[in-house]
T-cell receptor
Framework: NAGVTQTPKFQVLKTGQSMTLQCAQD?????MYWYRQDPGMGLRLIYY???????DKGEVPNGYNVSRLNKREFSLRLESAAPSQTSVYFC???????????????FGPGTRLTVL | GQSLEQPSEVTAVEGAIVQINCTYQ??????LSWYQQHDGGAPTFLSY????GLEETGRFSSFLSRSDSYGYLLLQELQMKDSASYFC??????????FGPGTRLSVLP
């Protein structure tokens, strides 16, 4: 199992350019998440998808869009990149079984994005 | 909404025990989780408390008290490799996740 994979690992954009960050998981999880992490800070939720076919805004959704393409894949799109979007982006999927006291998120390796 | 607070930094020596606290304000949540993140790496899961009380996983233990809106992560027999950032997190009933700001642990020889 590869777990959670993200592409690309690094990206440099100019202000106004667009790009899509790709994420895939092979653990058959229902829920997937996109976070951003600024230097020395915690993780902030951008968007999440509790199940295939649904997406919801997190804490910092402005400037981003997402697509839950199928159960495996969840992409994040920046339509017009801004320097404030310079950050490390993590995708995660989670296994949640309340009745069994189980709740674990698995993170991808991250994408380091710089917007000039 | 949900918000969590953690100390920004903790320092301890090898072999010691350290406790990292997490206080929260939330309208409701499933449970409290803890994640470890080394510099340049991705967060990895450490522990989860769905119910009040202590959960033990090897050298790591985690505690939750819903009545006190408080939890902690206890690390025993500290090793140099434990130097990392530690985050508490809650899953809301809407399936969203909120992370605390993180505590940077430095383990000294």
């Amino acid at each position: 199992n590869a777990g959670v994979t993200q592409t690309p690992k690094f990206q440099v954009l100019k202000t106004g350019q667009s790009m899509t960050l790709q994420c895939a998981q092979d653990m058959n999880h229902n829920s997937m998440y996109w976070y951003r992490q600024d230097p020395g800070m915690g993780l902030r939720l951008i968007y999440y998808s509790a199940s295939e076919g649904t997406t919801d805004k997190g804490e910092v959704p402005n400037g981003y869009n997402v697509s839950r393409l199928n159960k495996r894949e969840f992409s994040l799109r920046l339509e017009s990149a801004a320097p404030s979007q310079t950050s490390v982006y993590f995708c995660a999927s989670s296994e949640h079984r309340p009745g069994q006291g189980l709740d674990t998120q698995y993170f991808g390796p991250g994408t380091r994005l710089t917007v000039l | 909404g949900q918000s969590l607070e953690q100390p920004s930094e903790v320092t301890a020596v090898e072999g010691a025990i350290v406790q990292i606290n997490c206080t929260y304000q939330t309208s409701g949540f499933y449970g409290l989780s803890w994640y470890q993140q080394h510099d340049g790496g991705a967060p990895t899961f450490l522990s989860y408390n769905a119910l009040d009380g202590l959960e033990e996983t090897g050298r790591f233990s985690s505690f939750l008290s819903r009545s006190d809106s408080y939890g902690y992560l206890l690390l025993q027999e500290l090793q140099m490799k434990d130097s990392a950032s530690y985050f508490c997190a809650v899953r809301g009933f809407g399936q969203n996740f909120v992370f605390g700001p993180g505590t940077r642990l430095s383990v000294l020889p």
